[in-house]
C-alpha cells in the first residue's frame, strides 16, 4: 500500500470499529476505517497516509448499498458527530451493540453460566436527549457557526435540526444564532483562548417539559443588560408562550495550571428545573422529583434512565435487602441511591462533584428521604477513611451510620472502578454488586478482578439509551460466591 493519498474501490465493509466506524481491509491486511460506511456495504474510497497502523478513508461512492443500510432523518448526518448509526437500521444498531457486550465479556460467557439477558431496546429513537451542549466558532474569515463538532475534526458545523433532541433545542439554537448575528462578539478559540462565545447548553425535564438554557462565556468581556435582554428575547423567540424556561450565563474562567472555575447567573426564570422520575421496580411504581441545575449530571435520556433502574433493581430480591445498607457509588446526584432508599434501611452515596451532591442533598428534601447521606470526595479515598475509622471525626460524617454494606452498586465514568476502589470494595466484600456501566470494555475488566476475588457474575443486561450512536449501557450483577 502507498504511504501517500491513494482511491482504493470495490472494498467491502466487514465490521465496525469500537467508535461505529466502517472498517475494511486491503489486500495487504491493512485496517482502513471509514465514516459513514457499514457493514455489507461496497465502496470506493479515498485513502490517507497510515498512522498508528491505521488507514483513514473517506467514503466517494457506495458500489453496493448494504441491505443494513437506513435513510438518516437528519440532513447533517454525513458530516456532524453527533451521532454515527442513522444510516443503520436501529434492529441491527441493538445487534451490534449486543455483540460489543458479548465480545467484552468473551471469556465469561464462555466459562461461566452468566445470565445474559437481550438488549432493552429505545422507546424513542429520536428526540430522546433530555441535555444537549452546542459550540460556538468561527473561521479564519470571521464566519459564526454555532451547533455540534463535525465527525473526525474539531470544526463547528451549524446544525438547523438536530433530531436526537425535540425541535424547540434547535428552535433555540438558530435564535441565538441570530442574536449572535446582531453583535460582534467573537466566539472562544481553544488554541489561543482567545474570544467570547464559548458554548450553549440546553435541557428539558422530560416528564416535566421545564426549559432550561445556558450560554457559557470566556472572562473576556462582561455582557451588557442590553445585550442580556436582547438574548433572553432571542431564545423566548425559540419557545411558546407559556412554556417554563429558566436562563443562565456561566462566566468559565480557565487559566493556566489553576483550577477552571465557573460564575453562574441566573438571568431569567427559575434556579434550577424539575425532572421526574417514574421508576417501576420490584413490583412498585415510585415517583421522584429531581431538581437539575445547570451545572447538575442528569442521565441525559429520562425515559430510558428510569428503564435502567427499574430493570437493575429489579434483580434484587426485596425481602433479602428491607434491612441493608447499601452504598450508591459514583451517585451524581444519587438518583439511584434515592430510589433505593424506599426499599433498604440506609443508602451512603458518595460523589465527587460538589455541585451534584449539594443538589442530592436539596432532592432528599424534595422526596423527603431521611435514610439517604451523601458523601462529597473521591470513592476510594472516602472508602478508605470509612474503612479505617468508624468513628470518622469529620464533621461531615458525624451523624454517618456506617454499617457494613450488604449491597453495593456502582455506576462510574468511562474509565471503570481504577484500583483504589476495587481494593476497597474488596475489603467491604458486600454480598450483592451491581455494576452500571456505559463502558462495557473497563467493566469486564473490573469484573475480572472482583470474580479473581470471591465473586460470581450472574446477569448481564445490555440496556440502549443512546440510539444511533455507538454508545451502551450495561448492567452485570455479581454476588459472592
Ligand atoms: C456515569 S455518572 C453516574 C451518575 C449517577 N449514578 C446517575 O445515574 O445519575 C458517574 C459519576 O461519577 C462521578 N465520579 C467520577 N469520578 C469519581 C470518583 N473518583 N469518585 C467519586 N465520584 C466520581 C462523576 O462526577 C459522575 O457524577
Given at each position: 500500500?502507498?504511504?501517500?493519498?491513494?482511491?482504493i474501490?470495490?472494498i467491502?465493509i466487514?465490521k465496525f470499529?469500537?467508535?461505529?466506524?466502517?472498517v475494511?481491509?486491503?489486500?495487504?491486511?491493512?485496517?482502513i476505517?471509514?465514516?459513514n460506511?457499514?457493514?455489507?456495504?461496497?465502496?470506493?474510497?479515498?485513502?490517507k497516509?497510515?498512522?498508528k497502523?491505521?488507514i483513514k478513508?473517506?467514503l466517494?461512492?457506495?458500489?453496493?448499498?448494504?441491505?443494513?443500510?437506513d435513510?438518516p432523518?437528519c440532513?447533517?448526518?454525513?458530516?456532524?458527530?453527533?451521532?454515527?448509526?442513522?444510516?443503520?437500521?436501529y434492529?441491527?444498531?441493538?445487534?451490534q451493540?449486543?455483540?460489543?457486550v458479548?465480545?467484552?465479556?468473551?471469556d465469561?460467557i464462555?466459562?461461566?453460566?452468566?445470565?445474559l439477558?437481550?438488549?432493552l431496546?429505545?422507546?424513542?429513537?429520536?428526540?430522546y436527549r433530555?441535555?444537549?451542549e452546542?459550540?460556538?466558532?468561527?473561521n479564519?474569515?470571521k464566519t459564526?457557526?454555532?451547533?455540534?463538532?463535525?465527525?473526525?475534526?474539531?470544526?463547528?458545523?451549524?446544525?438547523?435540526?438536530?433530531?436526537?433532541?425535540p425541535?424547540w433545542?434547535?428552535?433555540v439554537?438558530?435564535?441565538?444564532k441570530?442574536w449572535?448575528?446582531?453583535?460582534?462578539?467573537?466566539a472562544?478559540n481553544?488554541?489561543?483562548?482567545?474570544?467570547?462565545?464559548?458554548?450553549?447548553?440546553?435541557?428539558?425535564?422530560?416528564?416535566?417539559?421545564?426549559?432550561m438554557v445556558?450560554l457559557?462565556?470566556?472572562?473576556e468581556?462582561?455582557?451588557s443588560?442590553?445585550e442580556?435582554?436582547e438574548?433572553?428575547?432571542?431564545i423566548l423567540?425559540?419557545?411558546?408562550?407559556d412554556?417554563?424556561?429558566?436562563?443562565?450565563l456561566?462566566?468559565q474562567?480557565?487559566?493556566?495550571?489553576?483550577?477552571?472555575?465557573?460564575?453562574?447567573?441566573?438571568?431569567?426564570?427559575?434556579?434550577y428545573?424539575t425532572?421526574?422520575?417514574k421508576?417501576?421496580?420490584?413490583?412498585?411504581?415510585?415517583?421522584?422529583?429531581?431538581?437539575?441545575?445547570p451545572?447538575?449530571?442528569?442521565?441525559p435520556?429520562?425515559?430510558?434512565?428510569?428503564?435502567l433502574?427499574s430493570?437493575?433493581?429489579?434483580?434484587?430480591?426485596?425481602d433479602?435487602?428491607?434491612?441493608?445498607v447499601?452504598f450508591?457509588?459514583?451517585s451524581g446526584?444519587?438518583?439511584?441511591?434515592?430510589?433505593?432508599?424506599?426499599?433498604?434501611?440506609?443508602?451512603?452515596?458518595?460523589?465527587?462533584?460538589?455541585?451534584?451532591?449539594?443538589?442530592?442533598?436539596?432532592n432528599?428534601k424534595l422526596?423527603?428521604i431521611?435514610?439517604?447521606?451523601?458523601?462529597?470526595?473521591d470513592?476510594?479515598?472516602i472508602?478508605?477513611e470509612?474503612?479505617?475509622?468508624?468513628?470518622?471525626?469529620n464533621?461531615?460524617?458525624?451523624?454517618l451510620?456506617?454499617?457494613?454494606?450488604?449491597?453495593?452498586?456502582?455506576?462510574?465514568?468511562?474509565c471503570g472502578?481504577?484500583?483504589?476502589?476495587?481494593?476497597n470494595?474488596?475489603?467491604i466484600?458486600?454480598?450483592k454488586?451491581?455494576?452500571?456501566?456505559c463502558?462495557?470494555?473497563?467493566?469486564?475488566?473490573?469484573?475480572?478482578i472482583?470474580?479473581?476475588?470471591?465473586?460470581?457474575?450472574?446477569?448481564?443486561?445490555?440496556?440502549?439509551?443512546?440510539?444511533?450512536?455507538?454508545?451502551?449501557?450495561?448492567?452485570?450483577?455479581?454476588?459472592?460466591?
Amino acid at each position: 500500500m502507498s504511504q501517500k493519498k491513494s482511491l482504493i474501490s470495490e472494498i467491502t465493509i466487514e465490521k465496525f470499529s469500537k467508535k461505529g466506524e466502517g472498517v475494511a481491509f486491503d489486500d495487504n491486511g491493512n485496517k482502513i476505517v471509514i465514516d459513514n460506511a457499514i457493514i455489507g456495504d461496497v465502496i470506493v474510497a479515498e485513502l490517507k497516509k497510515k498512522r498508528k497502523g491505521i488507514i483513514k478513508g473517506f467514503l466517494l461512492e457506495i458500489l453496493t448499498k448494504s441491505p443494513l443500510r437506513d435513510e438518516p432523518k437528519c440532513s447533517h448526518f454525513e458530516m456532524c458527530g453527533g451521532c454515527r448509526w442513522q444510516n443503520l437500521k436501529y434492529i441491527e444498531q441493538l445487534k451490534q451493540k449486543e455483540n460489543f457486550v458479548i465480545q467484552s465479556f468473551h471469556d465469561f460467557i464462555k466459562t461461566t453460566n452468566v445470565e445474559l439477558h437481550k438488549i432493552l431496546s429505545s422507546d424513542e429513537i429520536f428526540e430522546y436527549r433530555n441535555k444537549m451542549e452546542f459550540s460556538f466558532s468561527q473561521n479564519q474569515k470571521k464566519t459564526k457557526f454555532l451547533g455540534l463538532i463535525m465527525k473526525g475534526k474539531r470544526f463547528v458545523i451549524d446544525i438547523e435540526r438536530c433530531y436526537l433532541a425535540p425541535a424547540w433545542f434547535s428552535k433555540v439554537l438558530i435564535e441565538v444564532k441570530n442574536w449572535w448575528e446582531k453583535f460582534d462578539f467573537s466566539a472562544f478559540n481553544y488554541f489561543n483562548g482567545e474570544g467570547l462565545l464559548r458554548s450553549l447548553t440546553i435541557k428539558e425535564g422530560k416528564n416535566t417539559q421545564d426549559k432550561m438554557v445556558m450560554l457559557t462565556l470566556s472572562d473576556e468581556k462582561i455582557l451588557s443588560s442590553i445585550e442580556k435582554e436582547e438574548l433572553i428575547q432571542y431564545i423566548l423567540n425559540g419557545i411558546n408562550s407559556d412554556d417554563k424556561i429558566s436562563i443562565f450565563l456561566c462566566v468559565q474562567i480557565a487559566k493556566k495550571s489553576q483550577k477552571t472555575t465557573f460564575d453562574v447567573q441566573n438571568i431569567y426564570g427559575q434556579k434550577y428545573i424539575t425532572e421526574i422520575l417514574k421508576i417501576n421496580t420490584l413490583n412498585e411504581n415510585i415517583e421522584l422529583k429531581f431538581q437539575i441545575g445547570p451545572m447538575s449530571f442528569f442521565q441525559p435520556n429520562t425515559h430510558m434512565a428510569q428503564k435502567l433502574y427499574s430493570t437493575a433493581l429489579n434483580y434484587l430480591d426485596k425481602d433479602e435487602i428491607k434491612n441493608s445498607v447499601v452504598f450508591d457509588l459514583y451517585s451524581g446526584t444519587g438518583t439511584i441511591g434515592m430510589i433505593l432508599s424506599k426499599f433498604v434501611k440506609k443508602v451512603i452515596a458518595i460523589e465527587l462533584e460538589k455541585d451534584a451532591c449539594e443538589m442530592a442533598k436539596e432532592n432528599m428534601k424534595l422526596n423527603d428521604i431521611k435514610n439517604f447521606e451523601i458523601l462529597n470526595g473521591d470513592v476510594s479515598n472516602i472508602l478508605d477513611e470509612l474503612i479505617s475509622s468508624k468513628d470518622f471525626k469529620n464533621p461531615d460524617f458525624e451523624n454517618l451510620d456506617f454499617a457494613k454494606p450488604d449491597l453495593v452498586i456502582v455506576d462510574p465514568p468511562r474509565c471503570g472502578l481504577l484500583e483504589g476502589a476495587i481494593k476497597n470494595i474488596l475489603k467491604i466484600l458486600p454480598q450483592k454488586i451491581i455494576y452500571i456501566s456505559c463502558n462495557p470494555i473497563t467493566q469486564a475488566e473490573d469484573i475480572k478482578i472482583l470474580t479473581e476475588n470471591g465473586y460470581k457474575l450472574m446477569i448481564l443486561h445490555p440496556v440502549d439509551q443512546f440510539s444511533h450512536t455507538f454508545h451502551i449501557e450495561n448492567i452485570a450483577v455479581l454476588k459472592r460466591a
